[in-house]
Every structure is written in structure tokens, then in C-alpha cells.
């Protein structure tokens, strides 16, 4: 069964960086495009990032692109986002997801979940 765990949210300042994990277990990372989304109050889900299989490709939502930055480590089975210069917008649960199947990836319809980590960012 698959298992995704966030980790790294918390209070931080606007114009500050901060890096999500995202750890799975009971399966091999290397079997799953990833993908990190953000959810803020009120707001419907946003993508904000993804990546194939070995990493040779990387998507991001319009908002995040220059920002953000993801990537995985398969040999430690965790998937980073590193996100830099942060804004009050930029405030949300952040979750990953993962998918085996490549035409869901590029549709960014992923069909495991993490229950998500919260970034705060005070103004």
C-alpha cells in the first residue's frame, strides 16, 4: 500500500525560502510520477509542480514557475519542493500525489495522496 508523508511546512516571513519532503513508502519511488498541489482556505486545489519518473522532466503551475523548484531522490524515496522568495498568496496545504500511469501524470490526475503540511507566511 502506498504511503505519502509531508514534512517541512511551518510559520516563515514573505521573501523567505522553505523545503517541503514528501516521503512515500511501501512501494519503490521510482514507480510513480510525482506531484505536489496546494489547497488555501476557500480556494479550490492548485498544481503547483511535477516530475516524471527519473526526474528528466519538470512541470509547474503558472503561479510557481521560477520560484519553485521540485525533485526527487529515488534512492531515499522522497520528493522535494523547494520554494524560494515566498509570498503571503503562497500560504496554503501543500500535498503530494503520485501516479504509475503517464497519460494520468500528464493530465494531472494522480490517484495516491498525502494528508498534506500547511506553510503559513506572515507578511
Known amino acids: 500500500q502506498v504511503r505519502l508523508v509531508e514534512s517541512g511546512g511551518r510559520l516563515v516571513q514573505a521573501g523567505d525560502s522553505l523545503r517541503l519532503s514528501c516521503t512515500m513508502s511501501?512501494?519503490?519511488?521510482?514507480?510513480?510520477?510525482m506531484g505536489w498541489f496546494r489547497q488555501a482556505p476557500g480556494k479550490e486545489r492548485e498544481f503547483v509542480a511535477s516530475i516524471t519518473w527519473r526526474g528528466g522532466s519538470k512541470y509547474y503551475g503558472g503561479s510557481t514557475e521560477g520560484r519553485f523548484t521540485i525533485s526527487r531522490d529515488n534512492d531515499k524515496n522522497v520528493v522535494y519542493l523547494e520554494m524560494d522568495s515566498l509570498k503571503p498568496e503562497d500560504a496554503a496545504v501543500y500535498s503530494c500525489a503520485a501516479t504509475t500511469v503517464y497519460e494520468k501524470f500528464l493530465q494531472k490526475k494522480f490517484d495516491f495522496w498525502g494528508q498534506g503540511t500547511r506553510v503559513t507566511i506572515s507578511s
Open positions: 511501501g512501494r519503490l519511488l521510482s514507480d510513480f510520477g
